[in-house]
């Protein structure tokens, strides 16, 4: 059996303890802790091989970074319980007694152990960006770019370099939901043959605050109010709209912030930006200004507000498991990373200021360049160890992409650093697993608490003779900063174009659909009207004033209030009037995922049309949706015209918000069941509400009718989303069905207040 066993499990070579042969033979008094070093091209770690990764192919699946965690990955199958100390413990169920009905000892050292370590197994979630989930992958090159920055990941055409990539929520604690209205963070730690790169960015392009001097007031207000620390992950409170209406610059992210971007219907489906202006710099020294965008290839959708706030109770890990799934099922997430390259001399001539973090350069004005692909094709083992304890900087750069004097980037060069060394307890931070380049480190610097290099030799400075100079400078290889000439006298200021605070909220508002207009005005109306103290929501209509009359007006009447006077803005300079960026609706990147990873239920009941159930959902299946059988309990369900059917999800634990569309099959006497189950009513309802597409087939349309969904728009034009159909029409309603799946919503449904 051991033979069997050990022929079927993994084999790693530098776990010779406890992987393959060896493990199942260990010799009495031989020693495996220093494996044989194995030297291919394709080893990382300078533990097994001292050659530096650097061919950047990896296979699809096999990421250079997953190879040295081989060393720290650890797999029970087949071995003894044992303590820290590697001890074999004989009984994991009783402590050490004096006498069956005495005390416990001190001398139970085994108890103590695993106690003491359970004690100190929490450690202190970010301060920000709390909640996350991630993803190995890898960043592929779709062109040589040494013309313009020598970054490794770009040296060549097909050129991978692996990635772990953690998206988050900004505001919430480790444990708050994933669909509240929030900024979403989407940091990507990419491991280049040159040391370790953070993008740490986020699902929008730009912030709240132009200095970081004022990120603690920003994120304190926005945080549970702190005498009773309510509310949980949400802005809808009055010190964050107290401190957001007294401070202009957040204008253009409060138009962001209010719109379905906040309320992503999977981390999948949303764009990343770098946010800051940085500079891209070639082999020659010779640098450009660069903004990194990374669009999903599946294309921009998110939820609606009220989805959203009932799917913080129905499953608040949605977008963990959303993204979860889809890796563990092969559908790998991807996004393009588009670059906006343009020159110093090109900047002077924009009406912004490309230092200022709440501008964006329009696509109109800079076209993105697309260089490579994103893609997300491995989970992590472990989420303490790889998701929690991943550290991502700001700071971190590689040579090849430089920093700008954006004061918000000028500042996050310092925090992150900081905060990791007491959220993770010590300068060592870079040595955890996950956050260890796969570049070789060498360097002078020594010790601190939890040090796994073992350092050789006597010579910890330089320079120094007697390890013959060792650890040497790298010279021209090295990172070398842009030489940035003086700016002048030290001031506590603003650039006077930072004061520009309208004109690019203005742009967001125009090119923003109907339909996205009408969700922004919503999200005023739903924050503004939680918060308590008239005067806060008042001084937010004064400056939506200076930014679009209607919006203003159409918030101020969900408030019952009327506009006052704009805010008088911070310059006397006019504003600059942009013409509409189509690129800015999220209507402008539909994607190419069709029906793919969407989820379809199928409501059924006792009599339903078995042959037809299993078609359709094979059908689905085929277009990689995702069909479930939907019922009122789960387990047999008896079908008139096959075998029983197998219900595997129950309309209490899988409610409407679950899905993205729904299909009621035919059924024989399913009539009454779901007519009269309540729950069934509001599924279908809901999904109606939400803008999702309904198909019913023969008597499925009864439950259609007595939730009362309408079959036509209100203007009077068929609701291309509600599709009745005899049975055997099911060919054709399907496809209609699968048409408007893949366009996600029919947005044209929406009235407010609510019709359904
Ligand atoms: Fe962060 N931010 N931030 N931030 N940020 C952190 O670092 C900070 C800002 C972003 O998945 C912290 O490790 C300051 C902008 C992401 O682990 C902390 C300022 C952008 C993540 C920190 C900003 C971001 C963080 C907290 C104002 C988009 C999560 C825990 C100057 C470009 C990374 C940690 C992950 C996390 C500081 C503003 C993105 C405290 C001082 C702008 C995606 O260091």
């Known amino acids: 059996g051991d033979e069997k066993l050990a022929a079927e499990r993994p084999f790693n070579a530098t776990k010779a303890l406890e992987y393959g042969e060896a493990a199942y033979t ?89 106690i003491t370590h359970f004690d100190h197994e929490r450690i202190p979630e970010r301060v920000v960006h709390a909640r996350g989930s991630a993803a190995h992958g890898y960043f592929e090159s779709y062109e040589d770019l040494r013309a313009i920055t020598r970054a490794a990941p770009f040296a060549a055409k097909g050129k991978r370099t692996p990635v772990f990539v953690r998206f988050s929520t900004v505001a919430g604690e480790r444990g708050s939901a994933d669909t509240v209205r929030d900024v979403r963070g989407f940091a990507v730690k990419f491991y280049t043959d040159d040391g370790n790169w953070d993008l740490v960015g986020n699902n929008m392009p730009v912030f709240f605050i ?25 802005s809808a409170h009055d010190t964050f709209w107290d401190f957001a209406s007294l401070s202009p610059e957040i ?115 800079v076209a993105l360049r697309t260089v490579g692909k994103l893609v997300l094709d491995r989970n992590p083992d472990n989420f303490f160890a790889e998701t929690e304890q991943v550290a991502f900087c700001a700071a971190h750069v590689v040579p090849g992409i430089d920093f700008t004097n954006d004061p918000l980037l000028q500042g996050r060069i310092h925090s992150y650093i ?44 330089e320079p120094n003779s007697l390890a013959g100079g060792c650890p040497f400078q790298a010279g021209v290889r090295g990172f070398v900063s842009v030489p940035e000439p003086s700016q002048g006298n030290e001031v506590r200021g603003k650039p006077e174009l930072f004061a520009d605070h309208y004109s690019q909220a203005r ?31 008042r001084r937010t209509l004064a400056l939506l004033a200076n930014i679009d009359s209607g919006l203003a007006g159409a918030v101020a009447d969900g408030l019952g209030m009327e506009v006052p006077p704009p805010l008088p803005p911070a310059t006397d300079r006019p504003a600059y009037d942009y013409p509409p960026s189509p690129a800015l609706s999220l209507f402008a990147r539909p994607g190419n995922a069709g029906i793919r990873t969407r989820r379809v239920a199928l409501l059924v009941a006792a009599g339903v049309d078995g042959v037809q159930v ?48 729904v299909i009621v099959p035919d059924c024989a006497d399913a009539r009454d069941a779901l007519s009269r189950d309540a729950s069934a009513l509001e599924f279908v309802k809901l999904q109606y509400r939400h803008g999702k597409p309904l198909l019913a087939l023969g008597s499925g349309g009864e439950l259609l009718k007595a939730a009362k969904i309408p079959r036509k728009l209100s203007h009077g034009v068929p609701d291309p989303g509600v599709i009745v159909a005899e049975p055997g029409d099911v060919a054709e309603a399907l496809e209609r069905f699968r048409s408007v799946l893949g366009q996600h919503r029919v947005y044209a449904r929406e009235t407010d207040p609510a019709r359904v």
């Open 507 to 537: 742009l967001f508002w125009i090119s923003q659909s109907m339909t996205e207009q009408r969700h922004i005005i919503g999200a005023f109306r739903f924050e503004l009207t939680r918060v308590q103290t008239p005067a806060i929501r």
């Open 26 to 114: 260990p010799h009495p008094g031989e020693t495996h802790a220093a494996p044989t070093p194995i030297a291919t091209a394709s080893t990382s770690t300078e533990t097994i091989a001292s050659e530096k990764v650097g061919d950047g192919q990896p296979d699809i699946g096999d990421n250079a970074i997953n190879r040295p965690l081989d060393r720290v990955r650890v797999d029970d199958t087949a071995r003894e319980l044992t303590t820290d100390q590697g001890v074999p413990v004989a009984d994991n169920q009783n402590s050490l007694k004096a006498g069956l009905r005495g005390p416990t000892l001190m001398e139970d050292f085994i108890l103590r152990e695993k």
């Open 251 to 365: 204008a253009h992210m409060l138009m962001w912030h209010t719109s379905d971007r906040a309320i992503p219907r999977s981390y999948r489906t949303m764009q990343g930006f770098g946010v800051h202006t940085f500079r891209l710099v070639n082999a020659s020294g010779e640098w450009v200004f660069c903004k990194f965008h990374w669009t999903p290839l599946a294309g921009t959708y998110s939820l609606v507000w009220d989805e959203a706030a009932r799917l913080t109770g129905a499953d608040p890990d949605f977008h963990r498991r959303d993204l979860w799934e889809a890796i563990d099922s092969g559908q790998f997430p991807e996004w393009e990373l588009g670059l906006q390259i343009f020159t110093e001399e090109q900047a002077a001539q924009f009406p912004f200021d490309v230092l200022d973090p709440t501008k964006i350069v329009p696509e109109e004005m």
């Open 210 to 234: 132009q200095d970081v001097m004022k990120f603690p007031d920003l994120i304190h207000s926005v945080k549970p109010e702190p005498h009773n620390g309510m509310p949980q992950a949400a």
């Open 614 to 661: 299993r078609k359709l959902y094979a059908a689905l299946l085929e277009q990689g949706a995702v069909p479930r059988l939907v019922g009122q309990k789960i387990g047999a369900l008896t079908s008139y015209t096959d075998a029983p059917l197998d219900v595997e999800i129950s309309l209490e634990t899988g409610p409407s918000v679950l899905w993205d569309g």
């Open 418 to 461: 900081d905060t990791q060394i007491s959220r993770l307890g010590g300068a060592n931070f870079h040595e955890i697993p996950i956050n260890t380049p796969v570049a070789q480190i060498h360097n002078n610097q020594r010790d601190g608490i939890h040090r796994q290099q073992i350092n050789r030799g006597r010579v910890s400075y």
